[in-house]
């Protein structure tokens, strides 16, 4: 467990460089990951309480909290991004070309 907390600790400081380039190019993605941020801590959150609910009602009368919305939400969010993405950079080119 150490060693993998270091190699991604290692793996972070050589790529936050491209990281934070990619950031500042695509704005969206911050967005795109706070928001990720925020629905993890809101799922986490959420299992939390089901698992203190189930901890009190018999093993018949458990509730399970069905995640997949949530991850469907956040992929249909980067899949909208990169098609933004895709589209600044070939307006970008054409507007460049009709320049030159």
Do not use: C
């Not at 150490?2 to 190699?7: D, E, K, L, R, S």
């Not at 050589?14 to 629905?39: D, Q, W, Y």
């Not at 991004?81 to 460049?96: C, G, H, P």
Request: hydrophobic share 50%; charged share 20%.
């Amino acid at each position: 467990m150490v060693g993998a907390v270091i190699i991604s600790m290692i793996l972070m400081i050589l790529f936050s460089g491209l990281v934070a380039e990619f950031i500042n190019r695509n704005p969206g993605i911050k967005t795109i990951a706070l928001t990720f941020l925020l629905a993890i801590g809101g799922i986490l959150l959420g299992e939390s309480v089901v698992d203190a609910y189930n901890t009190t009602v018999s093993e018949e009368n458990h509730v399970e909290i069905n995640k997949y919305y949530a991850y469907v939400a956040l992929l249909f969010a980067i899949v909208i991004e990169s098609f933004n993405m895709w589209e600044k950079k070939n307006k970008r080119d054409k507007d460049f070309k009709q320049e030159n």
